[in-house]
């Protein structure tokens, strides 16, 4: 097999012979023997970039945040509550959206209509909203079951908290350094979620693979793999891990 590998072995082989062990070769069955992994230019201890593929693309962990925010985008509607910008907001909401929010939890962000650390968000009234987008941000609050339990208060009944936060991740250590403390898994979300929400209103995805991971953790964007490598779930390697809660109620 070792020889096999060398290109020019390989061009003597016939073609369907070829095929045969190129997709032996590309598939997840082949486990190439230590020592002869090519790892190509991912041999490097620093990564390719630093700054989660923005600077290359879209985000690996941004491909699968906006499909779920796609998938579910009936639910943003109303009156809407996002964190930091609305983005999302306008972009998966449109028309559906009659007034929309922005919490921030420090002064000084314009796009801010709200200040608070929602773990202890006093100043926001119960049942407020139909929607909130609350994508990339748990992992920045040290008190994740006060904070999810507020997400339950505001919102209406019957009305849905689309969340998203990270699994297997790089972590910032730029703009976010001083709030990054915590990473999930399906367990530890569905566990959270349930002391909060109807446990039967709560639906957890998690997304990725190996190999979105790696891509993810060395900074390549979403651009430079494949739909199907990118869709391909495996449990084992959660790069985004997104909730759909809803308020118990009717709406
Ligand atoms: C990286 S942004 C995430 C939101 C952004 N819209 C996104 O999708 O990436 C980080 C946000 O976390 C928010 N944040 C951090 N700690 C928070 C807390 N205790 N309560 C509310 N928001 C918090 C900040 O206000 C900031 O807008």
């Known amino acids: 097999m070792k020889e096999l590998l ?18 032996r070769l590309d598939g997840a069955n082949y486990h190439p023997p230590v020592g002869s992994v090519q790892f190509g230019n991912l041999r490097r201890v620093t990564p390719i970039s630093r700054v989660f593929g923005y600077d290359r693309g879209l985000p690996v962990d941004r491909y699968y945040i906006e499909g779920f925010l796609a998938r579910n985008l009936s639910d943003v509607r109303g ?72 997400l339950n208060r505001v919102l209406k009944p019957g009305g849905v908290a689309l969340v998203t936060f990270p699994g297997i991740s790089q972590i910032d250590y730029n703009e976010w350094r001083e709030y990054w403390l915590w990473s999930f898994t399906a367990l530890s979300a569905r566990k959270l979620f349930a002391e909060a929400f109807p446990a039967a209103n709560v639906g957890i995805e998690t997304h990725g693979n190996v190999l979105a991971a790696t891509a993810f953790l060395q900074g390549l964007a979403a651009e430079e793999l494949t739909q199907e490598e990118l869709d391909y779930r495996d449990l084992s390697y959660p790069v985004i891990i997104t909730v759909r809660a809803v308020k118990s109620g009717a709406a």
Request: overall charge positive; charged content about 25%.
């Open 79 to 150: 009156h809407a509550l996002e964190v930091g910008d609305n983005t999302y907001t306008r972009r998966f909401g449109g028309d559906r959206v009659t007034r929309s929010d922005v919490v921030h939890v420090t002064e000084g962000n314009p796009n801010a209509t709200i200040v608070a650390d929602m773990s202890r968000a006093d100043n926001i009234r119960s049942n407020t909203f139909d929607c909130i987008i609350f994508t990339q941000t748990l992992h920045f609050i040290y008190d994740v079951r006060a904070a999810v339990q507020t």
């Open 6 to 23: 060398k290109s020019t072995a390989r061009r003597a082989l016939p073609v369907s012979t070829r095929r045969w062990l190129k997709a």
